[in-house]
């Protein structure tokens, strides 16, 4: 029979505390162990499994969705999950692009020769802008193409 680990044992092997570990379990993340006498038994695939969560949720994956994932590798055959690629590459496309955004912003912000940003037009401009209902993008785009 294969090694078994107790969840101490996949903690200190993955670095994932046992209350994580717990937690996962519960979201379906991590297969139910087979249970001696009380205590919960891995198999040392759960030392992947684990890895897998690692990465994904590194990766700027939500917990749903590594359970997403995970269910779809279990389904032999099932590429779920590159549509889960597809939807979170557009989600970091957009979130770049609003952290672009922000960075520019603020450079901006910081090259004011105002002493008060507050007196600066092209600040409260952009606040006008927000306030109407433009993305910071585009207040910062209407400020900046005149």
């Not at 690692?54 to 055959?77: H, Q």
């Not at 549509?83 to 970091?92: A, G, S, V």
Request: charged share 25%; glycine share 6%; aromatic share 6%.
């Amino acid at each position: 029979m294969d090694e078994q680990l107790t969840i101490g044992e996949l903690a200190s092997r993955t670095g994932v505390a046992t209350s994580a570990l717990r937690y996962w379990e519960e979201l379906g993340l991590l297969p139910a162990p087979a249970r001696v006498s009380g205590q919960r038994r891995y198999p040392p695939s759960a030392i992947e499994t684990v890895g897998v969560v690692l990465l994904l949720r590194d990766a700027g994956f939500t917990l749903r969705e590594v359970k997403v994932f995970v269910t779809s590798r279990l389904l032999a055959g099932d590429d779920d999950w590159r549509e889960l690629y597809r939807r979170k590459l557009t989600e970091l496309d957009r979130r770049i692009a609003q952290t672009q955004a922000a960075r520019t912003a603020i450079a901006h912000g910081l090259a004011c020769p105002h002493e008060d940003i507050l007196a600066c037009a092209n600040f409260t401009g952009s606040v006008a802008a927000v306030l109407a209902g433009s993305t910071l993008e585009q207040a910062h785009e209407k400020m900046h193409s005149h």
